[in-house]
């Protein structure tokens, strides 16, 4: 039996390594609830999601051209605005993707074991209005995660 085709979640034919910011989506495997803990809209990190700060604050000592504006770790996913530069050379050599991977990567290694879900979500900041709406968005993310469509 065949399983069924996986939805494409990349634009066709749009280069992720361009200078940039873009807003992802990292969930944990089966939505399981070990990244934090949100108590009153406020957010207390676990073990697993003390890891995963700790990725994410050091990404600039990998990625030279890469650093992260605004990030919320919530129980089972992680939102973020990730900027990518010209580099030192001027032009990026990594795309979100392989960024994301690294990410992953370097968590797993600390966890000892793979707790990501395949892939991630992304969305284009296309301009300033679209960036203030996605950093607003990770800012109140904590206080709405009764509502959140990951709960």
Known sequence: MALP???ELRLQSYDYSQTGVYFITICTRDKNR???EVRNGKRVLL???L???KYIKEIGNYYDNV???NYVIMP????ALISISGGSSGTPTSTVSQIVSTFKRFCNKDFGENIWQRSFFDHVIRN???YLRHMQYINENPKKWENDEYF
């Open 34 to 36: 070990i990244l934090s």
């Open 51 to 53: 890891i995963s700060e």
């Open 47 to 49: 073990p697993f999601g």
């Open 5 to 7: 085709k996986r939805k």
């Open 76 to 79: 089972n996913h992680i939102h």
């Open 128 to 130: 300033d209005e679209d």
């Open 67 to 69: 650093r992260f504006d």
